[in-house]
């Protein structure tokens, strides 16, 4: 069931890129463009110029709560590893 629903998502992401293709959206990375209090202007700066809106200075309120590996917050990642190894999904959880 876990492997038949990684398909499933794996197949709306290629439906996605397909969509994407046509359009030239803006992309965001959490770990790239939101992850550290640092990042957070040149992010939102970024976001305004892409909508062509004048921007007003940015606050942050929300900060990580999680670990910045998300394997440290997994307590059986070793099992979970162990499952997709030798998978198509096995880089999904190469961390």
């Known amino acids: 069931m876990l492997f038949s629903l ?9 439906y996605l890129d ?7 959206p803006l992309q965001l990375v959490y770990e790239r463009d ?9 992010t939102f700066l970024r976001c305004c110029d892409y ?3 004048a921007p007003a ?5 929300h900060l990580r709560q999680s ?3 998300w394997t440290d917050d997994i307590a059986n990642i070793a099992e979970i590893v162990a499952k997709f190894q030798g998978t198509p999904f096995e880089a999904l959880v190469d961390s």
Do not use: G, M
């Open 6 to 14: 990684v398909e499933w998502i794996d197949s709306q992401n290629s």
């Open 18 to 24: 397909r969509i994407q293709e046509s359009l030239d």
């Open 34 to 42: 939101l992850d550290t209090c640092e990042q957070h202007k040149s």
């Open 51 to 53: 909508l062509s809106v």
């Open 57 to 61: 200075e940015p606050v942050t309120r």
């Open 67 to 69: 670990a910045p590996n």
